[in-house]
């Protein structure tokens, strides 16, 4: 019988002295993100040459072993299947070093709405945010809380579909009878004013909250909500934007926690239609002002967005971003901070030289006069003492200010350095 060889699988040059089975480029030229709990790094699987994100666990100043988020993250993971969760394909431990392995999308939403060039189409936000929600509904249908959402945590495909990362956060939540939970989740901007309020029995409308917010940042490109980092100023921020919260908008608000506590010293008028009149359509202003509704009773859940007339009747319709495709690198929150640093960094540099610069024409201009003078001085010994030549043309103001460019670039050089 003949033997059928299969022929030995070939591995790239520049990956065939990897030691790992996914190849990453050495120090920190692989990072795409770094989070809180570790860094994520971008490899590829030698031989299928499929790209992963590698998210590395951290286990330094871990006393109690295997972080309880990785474990949490991991355990939720397995149970989530689905074309808007981010797939985890493996665990790995390598090196004495623990690894997720996940499926790799090139960017995050906040790397494209900080994209440089790239601009997405009302259509296209449209399609991104109807993925948001189905994700969204298939999260709360499977009794999960997401309770990280924010735009860092959203990944988006260089084909334009859009999954959740980051579950460290998310946990199964009960849908007959309400549970205590931590209220200290979700990134303080995108939080909604149940957990500031100190709320310990929530639900899925946590996550819809955080969901709007992450909505209008995709068509103003900064976040709505952005507080000073403690309950009292994030209140503030909300209350300053959509009023003050009545016993009428709220109930329950008088039983919350906290609510004694965070009483605001004046009451606010609501802003929020003045502010975002031009910046949406009719109906995406609706949807917008339903999922901010104080009473996270009286928030829609994620069908209900889904069924709302800003997906199903109001033009345009959705359109996937297939245009990302022709978009040169990956742009995540890593990425996207790292151009604003160097950005800033080039500003800065361009500002010290423009300083010096005028410095340097000040005092050339100076010099200039000295120099112009000096000059004189020297022809006029020159001429008295009967020689001459080519090098002695007298030096004009032209001259002397002809000088000023070398002490400037002297001088930018030293700023460079
Ligand atoms: P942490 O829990 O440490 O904050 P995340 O899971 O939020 O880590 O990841 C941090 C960043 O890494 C994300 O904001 C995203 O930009 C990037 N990232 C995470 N997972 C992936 C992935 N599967 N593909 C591409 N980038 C990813």
Redesign the pocket.
Known sequence: MKKIIKPRPTVPAEMSASDSIYYRKPGNESV??A????K?F?AIHIYTQDKV?L?KIRMEGERDGFPITAVREIRLLQHLRHKHV?ALQEVMVEKNECFMV????SH?MT?LINHPTFTLTPGHKKHLAKQMFEGLDYLHRRGVLHRDIKA??I?ISNTGILKF??F?LARFYTKSHQNDYTNRVITIWYRPPELLLGETQYGPAVDIWSAACVFVEMFTRKAIFPGEGTELSQLDKVYAMLGTPTRNDWPRIVDLPWFELMQPVERKKRQFETQYRDVFTTAALDLVTKMFRYDPIKRPNAEEVLEHPYFVEEQPKPEQAVELEQVSGDW???ESKQMRRENERRRKEEYVREREKRKATEAGLKDGKGEAEGQMEKKQKISAGGGGGGGSRPASREGGKATAPTTTTAVGSHARS
């Open positions: 795409v993100g989070g809180t709990y570790g994520v971008k994100a998210k981010v996940f499926e790799y999308l995050d790397g860092a945590n990944l990362a980051d460290g995540h929150e890593y």
